[in-house]
T-cell receptor
Framework: GQQLNQSPQSMFIQEGEDVSMNCTSSSIFNTWLWYKQDPGEGPVLLIALYKAGELTSNGRLTAQFGITRKDSFLNISASIPSDVGIYFCAGQLGPGGYNKLIFGAGTRLAVHP | GAGVSQSPRYKVAKRGQDVALRCDPISGHVSLFWYQQALGQGPEFLTYFQNEAQLDKSGLPSDRFFAERPEGSVSTLKIQRTQQEDSAVYLC?????????FGSGTRLTVV
């Protein structure tokens, strides 16, 4: 079945550093999404990407939809302690809320003050 | 309601017991999804409803898993004769035309 490879698995950084994580797939997706999950909570959407090559920002977060439609990256600039959590990429075959998501295994981010 | 509500938050079941997990989606959301999240993994798709119709159940791991949404709002995921490998967080999500909203999940531990 479809699988997403997300890397790195975990990161330990100092407050103020920039962070980069990425996701690759053997299959093409029409939508890429990035989520953050805090302990005991469900994933919360950070950024959605709908077009190959699209670069989108949300505050300190920037994400890009790869040209091949098989990859995406997420950057976090000037990290702060509340950025701690697990970040998931997810691919979707179609836009909107009518299609299932395929998730990566997550990147666990720890931020040291 | 304002968000997706799941109950119970935690469930401990003895091996072989049946369990029922409830999801209250956002009012008016047509689509409802169930995902299973094993420890240290990303969520994996189980099943999808559009209103009361179960349009995709390809992710259900065995015939011990059953989901329903009889009136197109509240949904129940039932697991019969639970086994240790069923231990996971079960997430429900609902959506309209836009993106998903996930609930906080039910953590199921089978002992």
């Amino acid at each position: 079945g479809q699988q997403l490879n997300q890397s790195p698995q975990s990161m330990f950084i100092q407050e103020g550093e920039d962070v980069s994580m990425n996701c690759t797939s053997s299959s093409i997706f029409n939508t890429w999404l990035w989520y953050k999950q805090d302990p005991g909570e469900g994933p919360v959407l950070l950024i959605a990407l709908y077009k190959a090559g699209e670069l989108t920002s949300n505050g300190r977060l920037t994400a890009q939809f790869g040209i091949t439609r098989k990859d995406s990256f997420l950057n976090i600039s000037a990290s702060i302690p509340s950025d701690v959590g697990i970040y998931f990429c997810a691919g979707q075959l179609g836009p909107g809320g009518y299609n299932k998501l395929i998730f990566g295994a997550g990147t666990r981010l720890a931020v040291h003050p | 309601g304002a968000g997706v509500s799941q109950s119970p938050r935690y469930k401990v079941a003895k091996r072989g017991q049946d369990v029922a997990l409830r999801c209250d989606p956002i009012s008016g959301h047509v689509s409802l999804f169930w995902y299973q999240q094993a420890l240290g993994q990303g969520p994996e798709f189980l099943t999808y409803f559009q209103n009361e119709a179960q349009l995709d159940k390809s992710g259900l791991p065995s015939d011990r898993f059953f989901a329903e949404r009889p009136e197109g709002s509240v949904s129940t995921l039932k697991i019969q004769r639970t086994q240790q490998e069923d231990s996971a967080v079960y997430l429900c999500a609902s959506s309209a035309a836009g993106g998903y909203t996930f609930g906080s999940g039910t953590r199921l531990t089978v002992v």
